[in-house]
């Protein structure tokens, strides 16, 4: 492609952008159709929009994956999609406050009148869907279950009160804010990009000592996915060590300690 080619892709880009157009190649279509197929696709769309797509993408030709994809054996895998996603997107856009009742730890369920939810998550760790929200009568963000959810429905919030009740939200997010950095070991500087992909979840820079030939990764992350950011750094093995980031080394120590204590004696 030459540089003229260029400029004028860029220019037809920028004005699909400027009229919030999007253009899909045949192969996006084509995959598109086969994943409305799906079961949870019902529940991912609503039924007009459903029966567009549909119409839209009736000419277009399905991907038969079953005819060139073999799948291993593997565990169950929890709903990737769940009934909640659409309704409370819907709430969260409007910026609607919430009633929810959701069941609690130890049993019995619990009723929220004046919650206000701030964002939907997947928790790769756990392979579970999130709802992050703040309890104005507990005064504390929360993050609940879409599965232990009993009900939620929209409520009133006074349009003065919106701003304040999301900078309240930025606030405590700040504080549950951490970072870590991360050496890759010299003689696996050539993996670069896969111990790069292993932290493509997280928000991250990359700096590099020229003298030493070190490279360091510094990941910024929630205090709520350490374990998933462990398990990551665990995946790696022998290529990184934690150089900052205490309660990251401390948590390794400690399963380093418990492995060594339940197959130490084995190795002797």
């Given at each position: 492609?030459?540089?003229?080619?260029?400029?004028?892709?860029f220019q037809i880009i920028s004005r699909?952008?400027?009229?919030?157009?999007?253009?899909?190649?045949?192969?996006?279509?084509?995959?598109?159709?086969?994943?409305?197929?799906?079961?949870?696709?019902?529940?991912?769309?609503?039924?007009?929009?459903?029966?567009?797509?549909?119409?839209?993408?009736?000419?277009?030709?399905?991907?038969?994956?079953?005819?060139?994809?073999?799948?291993?054996?593997?565990?169950?895998?929890?709903?990737?999609?769940?009934?909640?996603?659409?309704?409370?997107?819907?709430?969260?856009?409007?910026?609607?406050?919430?009633?929810?009742?959701?069941?609690?730890?130890?049993?019995?369920?619990?009723?929220?009148?004046?919650?206000?939810?701030?964002?939907?998550?997947?928790?790769?760790?756990?392979?579970?869907?999130?709802?992050?929200?703040?309890?104005?009568?507990?005064?504390?963000?929360?993050?609940?279950?879409?599965?232990?959810?009993?009900?939620?429905r929209p409520a009133p919030v006074p349009?003065?009160?919106?701003?304040?009740?999301?900078?309240?939200?930025?606030?405590?997010?700040?504080?549950?804010?951490?970072s870590a950095c991360i050496q890759v070991?010299?003689?696996?500087?050539?993996?670069?990009?896969?111990?790069?992909?292993?932290?493509?979840?997280?928000?991250?820079?990359?700096?590099?000592?020229?003298?030493?030939?070190?490279?360091?990764?510094?990941?910024?992350?929630?205090?709520?996915?350490?374990?998933?950011?462990?398990?990551?750094?665990?995946?790696?093995?022998?290529?990184?060590?934690?150089?900052?980031?205490?309660?990251?080394?401390?948590?390794?120590?400690?399963?380093?300690?418990?492995?060594?204590?339940?197959?130490?004696?084995?190795?002797?």
């Amino acid at each position: 492609m030459n540089p003229f080619e260029k400029i004028f892709n860029f220019q037809i880009i920028s004005r699909l952008e400027e009229a919030g157009s999007l253009a899909l190649t045949s192969q996006e279509r084509s995959w598109l159709k086969t994943m409305l197929r799906h079961p949870a696709a019902a529940e991912a769309f609503s039924p007009e929009t459903l029966l567009k797509l549909n119409s839209l993408l009736e000419t277009e030709t399905s991907i038969e994956v079953g005819e060139i994809i073999i799948e291993k054996a593997r565990s169950k895998e929890r709903q990737v999609y769940h009934p909640l996603l659409r309704h409370l997107r819907r709430i969260i856009m409007q910026d609607q406050g919430i009633e929810i009742t959701y069941a609690i730890k130890h049993g019995g369920e619990r009723t929220d009148p004046s919650g206000f939810p701030h964002k939907l998550e997947y928790n790769m760790y756990k392979r579970e869907w999130y709802l992050q929200w703040y309890s104005t009568r507990q005064r504390s963000l929360m993050s609940t279950k879409l599965a232990n959810i009993i009900s939620v429905r929209p409520a009133p919030v006074p349009a003065k009160r919106i701003d304040g009740l999301k900078a309240r939200i930025a606030r405590l997010l700040d504080g549950r804010k951490a970072s870590a950095c991360i050496q890759v070991i010299p003689v696996y500087n050539a993996e670069l990009s896969r111990i790069l992909a292993a932290f493509s979840c997280f928000d991250k820079s990359v700096s590099f000592d020229e003298s030493a030939g070190l490279y360091h990764i510094t990941v910024h992350y929630m205090r709520d996915d350490s374990e998933f950011l462990l398990s990551r750094i665990r995946f790696l093995g022998l290529r990184v060590k934690i150089t900052e980031g205490e309660q990251l080394k401390q948590r390794m120590l400690m399963s380093a300690e418990m492995a060594v204590g339940r197959y130490g004696e084995l190795a002797e």
